[in-house]
């Protein structure tokens, strides 16, 4: 990654975020994006490389068979599958142009709309979210939370053709095994009728559905929910809900416990102790002195509970101390930032409030709602950037940054914060 200096001290925290390993074991790829990646490059195919696809199409129809997709389902499914699709091979390695600090990731990712959505998916879901805390132990704020984050509760499910995407892979770039692996588990999922459509969409990578799971993981841990002889996460709110109980549960969570508290350090703390990996038993930070933000007790974990210390911002900003469901959350996408806005949106979902701390800076990230007025305001002034929609994306980024050098901010780096938008509110108001 490439850190502006402005963000370095929060880059360390970030890292996780923001790398595109591919880690086989967790739900997904990479973390919900908070900002939308630059478009691709649409390379065409030459006739070497359709060559090449083709070849390999007849090696990975080969190795399909021993999975129990026949001859006849490869070449159903795959009819449309001509040629290789090339643009998704500069996302495989693909570097951020941007790093997020964490407090634009957080809120982006739980913001009044989604808390507002949320509360709503609890109730009209309260049957089946009540069921699968029953079967599975975990909680229903938490469950939608995971819906929300992943998916928007079902509005975004990632636009690029699944069976595209992992035949390419499959077939060019540095990952070749690992996608088929991927690619042959989504024939699988198609030929055994869990799904029905072959021309699923989903991310760049192959993460799809209410859930967004990679296809070995949805093999691995999908349940059938409803009950219709189907485990299907792309049109089964109840199977996905299921499903991603299924997973946390078999991450390790622990039915009842939390997944942590904001504390407070006492003076003078030894900020170096923080890292979800250096863990102590919950009584050894108590002797040191950390309290919960409110002063409350450590409700629902025992006095020795394996606990870690974040510090997602460094010793000025917010700090938690987090317990094994924490580490459940995280197994579903390998980031702390991602952790943090599942945990803290699930929180938001039961009522609590925004952290007691603040994030160490005087220009804190904008939801939402906030984004599309930004983006109303730019539109007034000119700026051909599409629709307002929320999404930041390069042609937005470019547009903040040219108004962030006409009003004299540095760094004019194109940032969506609140203070360009109160800017450029006032100046509309005049
Ligand atoms: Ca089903």
Known sequence: MRPSPRLAAVASALACALLSG????????SPPSAVTPPPPASPQASEAEIASFRGCMGRLRTAAAGKDVDGADFDRLTATLAGPDMSVLPLLDRQPEFSTPIWDYLAALVDAQRVDDGRAMLAAHAAT????ESDYGVDPATVVAVWGVESDYGRSFGTRPLLASLSTLSCFGRRQPFFQGEFIAT?????SGDLADPGITGSWAGAFGHTQFMPTTYQRIAVDFD?????????SIPDALGSTANYLKRAGWRRGEPWGYEVRLPAGFDASQAGRTRRKPLSQWLAQGVARVDGAPFDGVAADARSALLL???????AFIVFRNFDAIYSYNAAESYALAIAHLADRLRGGGDFAAPWPTDDPGIGRAERRELQT?????????GEADGMVG?????????????????PADGRAGRRILEALRAEAAR
């Open 394 to 410: 390069t042609l937005t980024r470019r547009a903040i940054a040219e108004e962030q050098a006409r009003l004299g901010m540095a």
């Open 312 to 318: 997602p911002a460094g010793a000025a900003g917010p």
């Open 129 to 132: 979210l009540a069921r699968a």
């Open 187 to 191: 024939l699988q999922l198609l030929a």
């Open 377 to 385: 305001l730019l539109l007034a002034r000119g700026h051909a950037i």
């Open 22 to 29: 591919l880690p086989a074991a967790h739900a997904r790829t």
């Open 227 to 235: 009950g219709d002889g189907r485990r299907d996460l792309v049109g």
